[in-house]
């Protein structure tokens, strides 16, 4: 066998690193020397597009999670279709709905000003993904770093692992059992549903055809969600009609009281397992606060399988 060049050698042991196989070792302060202003500059534009669209917290919220669910932390999601690529963005579950794109690249912009090729855009979802819950009066937790960005991305993935609204309780528990999570973490982690809203053609069938309903919750809704499908189908309501834009336990409040908008919110007390935690959370905002947080940092340990090659993306919508 012919041998192989030692510069050879050099060019793919340094390939080799540049594209880790994996996140490796998250930690709290991954970044302290190589980006010491990254928190700053994430809270700051959080602020600033919270005080422009009280959903943003939401929407983040609602992306880390799609994020995370399909292959890891890596920010997939991100990524836009080609000619030559398709990725999640057009995915059933997020198709005209995720939303929040246009500030992490404000995000990212600002933090490649500061720092340029150094901070995943995976980093800058979980950063911007807790800030918007701070900002919104929730629980702060820590945010362990070191993630590293998808060169790929999977719709078949998102359109088969994301729980949708019309979710059963059982396969609620299912599907984030599959990703390690207990009925617990689950049962807490939809507590996220507090803040943001959801479109009419997700809460239709519960608000006209379900009787574990609010009587005069439901007459509500349906002034804003025509009963014709195809009718208004964007129409968007509160998923917590108290405090919308507040992270609390209102939400469980609701479940108790039988006006959860969506079928996978309010199954959550419908006489079964979880309904003793409902009760639990709907009592105890700190405790769900709490609760959450931890579950959030579960869910930020979520990693693209072995192998994978990753990258810092430059610009998180591409990879580089």
């Known amino acids: 066998m012919a041998s192989i060049p ?23 302060n991954f970044y302290a020397t190589t980006c010491p202003n990254l928190t700053t500059i994430v809270r700051g534009a959080m602020t600033q597009a919270l005080n422009s669209d009280s959903r943003i917290a939401a ?17 997939s999601i991100l990524l836009d279709d080609t000619a030559t690529f398709t990725g999640e963005k057009n995915a059933g579950p997020n198709a005209g709905t995720a939303r929040g794109y246009e500030v992490i690249d404000t995000i990212k912009s600002q933090v490649e000003a500061s720092c340029s090729g150094v901070v995943s855009c995976a980093d800058i979802l979980a950063l911007a993904t807790r800030d918007g819950v701070i900002l919104q009066n929730g629980q702060s937790w820590t945010v362990p770093l070191g993630r590293r960005d998808a060169r790929t991305a999977s719709q078949s993935a998102a359109n088969s692992q994301l729980p949708g609204p019309s979710s059963t309780l059982a396969q609620l528990i299912t599907s984030f059992s599959n990703k390690g999570f207990s009925a617990a973490e689950m049962t807490v982690l939809s507590g996220s549903h507090t803040i943001g809203q959801a ?7 519960r608000i006209y055809n379900q009787a574990n309903i609010d009587p005069a919750f439901a007459t509500t809704r349906r002034e804003n969600c025509p009963s014709t499908s195809g009718s208004g189908d964007r129409n968007l309501a509160p ?8 992270f609390e336990n209102t939400y469980f409040q609701n479940l108790v009281a039988q006006r959860g908008l969506l079928n996978s919110d309010q199954i959550l007390f419908n ?4 309904d003793a935690l409902v009760q639990t959370y ?16 579960k869910m930020g340990n979520l990693s693209p399988a072995s192998g994978t090659v990753t990258e810092i993306r430059r610009n998180c919508r591409r990879t580089n």
């Open 282 to 297: 709907s009592q105890n905002n700190a405790r769900f606060l709490a609760d959450f947080a931890a579950a959030m940092v």
């Open 199 to 205: 479109g009419c053609e997700n809460f239709r069938n």
């Open 271 to 274: 006489n079964g397992s979880q």
């Open 59 to 75: 929407s983040f919220l609602r992306l880390y999670f799609h994020d995370c669910f399909v292959n890891g932390c890596d920010a």
């Open 239 to 246: 998923l917590d009609v108290q405090t919308p834009t507040r």
């Open 6 to 28: 030692v510069n050879f050698l050099t060019l793919f042991s340094f390939l080799a690193l540049l594209f880790s196989s994996s996140h490796g070792q998250l930690s709290t």
